[in-house]
């Protein structure tokens, strides 16, 4: 069965500051990886998707991630932290078919000023 | 491009009730998703329609169920709420599911 793993529920960082939220997963054949961002009370906004090829993606707002085979994992990462990235954050992993979808539980930003 | 469309945005229902929650997909979309949100945690897939079927279900009972009409919207069913219904059900929709979905905001329902 897949699973999804977010270690962290909750992160406080400092605006300007680089921010990494992990993501493990279970999933037995190639993984299809999501990073969604959900704000108060909105649905969910796409940051960034793994199918395959390069294994370190480019999303939107300065996100990227980096998929690790080895250690199944898929890492978000952004260099400098902006008030406006508080959020909650979700990672996914399913098949093509990204509908069917697994999420984690989901990790809260918290960005001081 | 319009996005996804959910009403209503919030309901209040009495265990026992029945509701059905609505969906306009994004414009061009023949794939929809609806999710379970429980407060605290992660969406949970509860089922998907493509052109019109049902082609994937998640562990959830069958008192929710489903529909998808020609124009690609969907609805969502609950019978017989209980009390663990409460929750944001999302829905989101997809060019057949291949570069991801787009969500809509969600329908907060509380059943009390």
């Known amino acids: 069965a897949q699973s999804v793993t977010q270690p962290d529920i909750h992160i406080t960082v400092s605006e300007g500051a680089s921010l990494e939220l992990r993501c493990n997963y279970s999933y037995g054949a190639t993984p299809y990886l999501f990073w969604y961002v959900q704000s108060p009370g909105q649905g969910l906004q796409l940051l960034l998707k793994?199918?395959?090829?390069?294994?370190l993606v480019q999303g939107i707002k300065g996100f990227e991630a980096e998929f690790k085979r080895s250690q199944s994992s898929f890492n978000l990462r952004k260099p400098s932290v902006h008030w406006s990235d508080a959020a909650e954050y979700f990672c996914a992993v399913g098949a093509p078919n990204a509908g069917k979808s697994t999420f984690g539980d989901g990790t809260t930003l918290t960005v001081k000023p | 491009e319009t996005g996804v469309t959910q009403s209503p945005t919030h309901l209040i229902k009495t265990r026992g009730q029945q509701v059905t929650l609505r969906c306009s997909s994004q414009s061009g979309h023949n794939t929809v998703s609806w999710y379970q949100q429980a407060l605290g945690q992660g969406p949970q897939f509860i089922f998907q329609y493509y052109r019109e079927e049902e082609n994937g279900r998640g562990n959830f009972p069958p008192r929710f169920s489903g529909l998808q009409f020609p124009n690609y919207s969907s609805e969502l069913n609950v019978n017989a709420l209980e009390l663990d219904d409460s929750a944001l059900y999302l829905c989101a929709s997809s060019l057949s599911g291949i570069d991801g979905y787009t969500f809509g905001s969600g329908t907060r329902l509380t059943v009390v």
């Open positions: 793994y199918f395959s090829g390069d294994t």
